[in-house]
T-cell receptor
Framework: AQKVTQAQTEISVVEKEDVTLDCVYETRDTTYYLFWYKQPPSGELVFLIRRNSFDEQNEISGRYSWNFQKSTSSFNFTITASQVVDSAVYFC???????????????FGEGTQLTVNP | DVKVTQSSRYLVKRTGEKVFLECVQDMDHENMFWYRQDPGLGLRLIYFSYDVKMKEKGDIPEGYSVSREKKERFSLILESASTNQTSMYLCASLHSSGNTIYFGEGSWLTVV
């Protein structure tokens, strides 16, 4: 069975601080996919990134960066120079190979509520 | 852009009522999903469908049913609503060759 743990329920920072959201996963498969989604107050989940298990390169997209460490089963997300608009709930998710389609059976973490104060 | 639309954002229903939550996507996606979101539990999969008239149980199907009569529409049905079904419901869709699930804005259901 697969499992995703986001131990940080809530994080509060002041604007311009860097913040890291932790994600730890469990899976028996050697091929799997990891995702991060952002859920602003409007409710819609916004896709941020998808990473497959064979690609351990870290990724940077503007102020966002992701650190994938297979050895520790972690896929952490860092926001640099945080802004008030980054305030949202962030979900880490996992899907295993062998499903109907990749990503079709996403297992989500509990979510981390990030509040960025001005 | 992919658009997943959930017809009702906020509903209040009484215990025992039959409830329909509708979801429509405009990108000809084969796969559609219904999730439930609760504080501290993340999102949990209720049902999904990979084609018209096809459905599969997710992790928490009890108390729910679904209908997929047309490719673009996936309905979640609560035959007899109960207070423990008060939650946020999220619909999603995915193309069979795609790798990213797109979500609707969510439907907040309160059962009193």
């Amino acid at each position: 069975a697969q499992k995703v743990t986001q131990a940080q329920t809530e994080i509060s920072v002041v604007e311009k601080e860097d913040v890291t959201l932790d994600c730890v996963y469990e899976t028996r498969d050697t091929t799997y996919y990891l995702f991060w989604y952002k859920q602003p107050p409007s409710g819609e989940l916004v896709f941020l990134i998808r990473r497959n298990s064979f690609d351990e390169q870290n990724e940077i997209s503007g102020r966002y960066s992701w650190n994938f460490q297979k050895s520790t089963s972690s896929f952490n997300f860092t926001i640099t120079a945080s802004q008030v608009v980054d305030s949202a709930v962030y979900f880490c998710a996992l899907s295993e190979e062998g499903q109907e389609t990749s990503g079709s059976r996403l297992t989500f973490g509990e979510g981390t509520q990030l509040t960025v104060n001005p | 852009d992919v658009k997943v639309t959930q017809s009702s954002r906020y509903l209040v229903k009484r215990t025992g009522e039959k409830v329909f939550l509708e979801c429509v996507q405009d990108m000809d996606h084969e796969n559609m999903f219904w999730y439930r979101q609760d504080p501290g539990l993340g999102l949990r999969l209720i049902y999904f469908s990979y084609d018209v008239k096809m459905k599969e149980k997710g992790d928490i199907p009890e108390g729910y049913s679904v209908s997929r009569e047309k490719k673009e529409r996936f309905s979640l049905i609560l035959e007899s609503a109960s207070t423990n079904q008060t939650s946020m419901y999220l619909c999603a869709s995915l193309h069979s060759s795609g790798n990213t699930i797109y979500f609707g804005e969510g439907s907040w259901l309160t059962v009193v």
